[in-house]
């Protein structure tokens, strides 16, 4: 129930793509939903994030579509570009006053081709 | 802010060793988290600290792992003994109340 489930493990787009990586989750108690984005040799870094009264939001090109019906959601990345090839995690977290839990997705390694 | 501090970068140790993981929280983080990075498993969380409580320890592998806090800005995370197996990155990540969660660059841990 505390999982959450990341596809696919890699992911190879040619410039200019979209990349669509999905996830799902079990728990209903989960209430925010981040995606971070990881570089190589770098810790993972807060991309954008989506709570579950909203069904989608957009930042540049980054769109977090939300299904609360079918307990899932999805990154997408619009014309993607070499500089966005890293390692992308969905998470979900329970958030209550004084305490948190972060549970990640195994990871989505992206390559965007020149 | 310098962000959240890990040391050391980088560990090779001998199986049975005792390894000790370091990690400075960003100044005015109350949450504090444990996570454990490999190729097969991802990112796992193992233990949080909440105002330097543990909160939620059950991540934790076995009785060869503990973690501390001792104080807002400082927590440790020991192994010992450590064994092949606990090769990867451990990442500590902090965040306020209703805020982002910063994660460090990570330890990465070799044990030969």
């Known amino acids: 129930q505390q999982q959450v489930k990341q596809s696919p493990q890699s992911l190879i787009v040619q410039k200019g793509g979209i990349s669509i990586i999905n996830c799902a989750y079990e728990?209903?108690?989960?209430?925010?939903f981040p995606w971070y984005q990881q570089f190589p040799g770098k810790g993972p870094a807060l991309l954008i994030a989506?709570?579950?009264?909203?069904s989608e939001k957009k930042e540049g090109r980054f769109t977090i579509s939300f299904n609360k019906s079918a307990k899932q959601f999805s990154l997408h990345i619009m014309d993607s570009q070499p500089g966005d090839s890293a390692t992308y995690f969905c998470?979900?977290?329970?958030?209550?006053?004084?305490?948190?839990?972060?549970?990640f997705g195994t990871g989505t390694r992206l390559k965007v081709l020149a | 802010d310098a962000g959240v501090i890990q040391s050391p970068r980088h560990e090779v140790t001998e199986m049975g060793q005792e390894v000790t993981l370091r990690c400075k929280p960003i100044?005015?983080?109350?949450?504090l988290f444990w996570y454990r990075q490999t190729m097969m498993r991802g990112l796992e969380l193992l233990i949080y600290?909440?105002?330097?409580?543990?909160?939620?320890d059950s991540g934790m592998p076995e009785d060869r792992f503990s973690a501390k806090m001792p104080n807002a800005s400082f927590s440790t995370l020991k192994i010992q003994p450590s064994e092949p197996r606990d090769s990867a990155v451990y990442f500590c990540?902090?965040?306020?109340?209703?805020?982002?969660?910063?994660f460090g660059e990570g330890s990465r841990l070799t044990v030969l």
């Open positions: 600290f909440n105002n330097n409580v543990p909160i939620d």
């Open positions: 990540a902090s965040k306020t109340e209703g805020g982002e969660l910063f």
């Open positions: 998470a979900a977290s329970i958030g209550t006053s004084g305490t948190y839990k972060y549970i």
């Open positions: 728990n209903t108690a989960f209430d925010y």
């Open positions: 989506i709570r579950p009264d909203v």
């Open positions: 100044s005015g983080h109350n949450s």
